[in-house]
């Protein structure tokens, strides 16, 4: 089965907590505080895996979550980092934030890697705290949280050759002479209902890849048909072939055939139209199909290759010139898209909001704060008391009008506010 979009959550690990420890050796007085830092979490990585070409396994396992680092331990001893969950994904993949739908990565060679949620640091033990003034700190951080959220993956088929063809004109047929791949061909309009990747072999051993993309019809990149399910597909195709039924066995012009699929193309993307193209005016071992491509040969003259994809007749040349072709292009270079980029400003520490009595604070840098506070510590508490006065919330706060006893509420705790 062919799936080319998936939607997931991830999850990198928590951070391993600090802890508190003090020496206790018999013959070391007053020995000090002695806890460890716990270990980062684990971090979810995709890569990309020429071995892959669809992201079916996503279909099955939709949640995905990378270890959390251990926790401390005494003598100043850390944690262990959690291990990193590898989730390999076909090349070709765009990855985006569900919520935003910024651009994460765009994984195009294999082997490409991108850290997708990272893992959260470890928190400190209490050892980090001691000071000249505070000597004896009995609280230690708590891990902070690794980093989670939805993505969606969009997969866009990598391939040297993209063939481009109306229902019936011999796609799979063709990609069947000429690679291993062995699509399902039957007369009938939209026989192949996934794209197809074949390798083929040129007469001196050298290689590339052609992809057979499913029927495109009147009014595709409008959604008709097969339509924007597959037309995606083509966006990374270097050359493309136009597949043409020259014996017009369907009743269809072979002339328009080729106009009709240009403007497609061009309705879809503009940018396509400038791609390198061969047209390719198969079934020539039907009577009658030479006679009807002579147009096509008067006014595109060496861009048309006459073929018959079921006696094999003018293919060798057809894979030699394209070859020569593609060995004259520059690299591929990974483009994102312009459309897809989105300009973000950085997060400001704390938003506030008045619902109901209750001072809300939000924000990223202030829900980990609470986080990796152990608010059933005094000592904690009072560093925690101390950090967000650094950040400007009790000043915030006052701006907005609160007033002793008021409630604040950050994250999941509530606190009663006390100038």
């Not at 866009?156 to 000429?178: E, H, Q």
């Not at 007469?203 to 009147?218: C, E, L, M, T």
């Not at 400038?274 to 861009?303: C, Q, T, W």
């Amino acid at each position: 089965m062919f799936i080319d979009e998936a939607r997931v959550y991830i999850k990198g690990g928590d951070g391993g907590n600090g802890i508190v420890a003090f020496r206790r050796e018999k013959y070391v007085p007053l020995g000090g505080p002695s806890g460890g830092d716990g270990g980062r979490g684990g971090s979810v990585i995709f890569m990309a895996d020429e071995g892959l070409n669809t992201l079916i396994d996503f279909k099955y396992k939709r949640h995905f979550k990378a270890d959390r680092g251990s926790h401390g331990q005494g003598k100043n001893m850390h944690g262990s980092r959690g291990e990193d969950l590898l989730v390999k994904v076909p090349v070709g993949t765009i990855i985006k934030d569900d919520d935003s739908g910024r651009v994460i990565a765009d994984l195009t060679y294999h082997g490409q890697e991108v850290v997708a949620a990272s893992g959260g640091r470890g928190g400190k033990g209490n050892a980090r705290f001691a000071s000249s003034i505070q000597k004896a700190p009995s609280f230690a951080e708590k891990g902070e949280p690794g980093e989670e959220k939805w993505l969606k993956m969009e997969l866009k088929l990598l391939a040297d050759v993209g063939l481009v063809g109306f229902p019936n004109a011999g796609k799979s047929t063709l990609i069947s002479r000429i690679s291993a791949a062995r699509p399902k061909i039957a007369d009938y309009p939209f026989t192949t209902l996934a794209p197809n990747l074949g390798v083929v072999e040129t007469k001196n051993r050298s290689s590339f890849v052609v992809a057979d993309i499913p029927g495109i019809i009147d009014g595709a990149h409008r959604g008709a048909g097969l339509g924007l399910n597959f037309l995606r597909h083509i966006e990374r195709n270097r050359i493309f072939w136009f597949v043409l039924d020259a014996a017009e066995t369907d009743g269809r012009n072979v002339v328009a055939d080729f106009k009709a699929l240009r403007h497609e193309l061009g309705l879809y993307k503009e940018e396509l139209l400038e791609r390198p193209f061969f047209i390719v005016a198969n079934k020539m071992d039907i009577s009658g199909a030479y006679e009807k491509a002579r147009d096509l040969k008067a006014s595109h003259g060496d861009h048309v290759f006459c073929i018959s994809a079921v006696t094999g007749a003018g293919i060798e040349e057809l894979v030699e010139e394209t070859f020569k072709l593609l060995q004259s292009l520059p690299p591929e270079e990974s483009v994102i898209e312009e459309e897809m980029i989105v300009a973000y400003e950085e997060e400001p520490p704390f938003e506030i909001q008045f619902e109901a009595g209750v001072y809300e604070v939000r924000g990223k840098r202030i829900d980990k704060l609470v986080a990796m506070t152990d608010l059933n510590n005094q000592e904690a508490v009072e560093r925690f008391q101390r950090t967000i006065q650094y950040m400007g919330l009790e000043d915030a706060l006052k701006k907005r009008g609160i007033k002793n006893g008021d409630t604040v509420r950050i994250s999941k705790w509530e606190f009663e506010y006390t100038d």
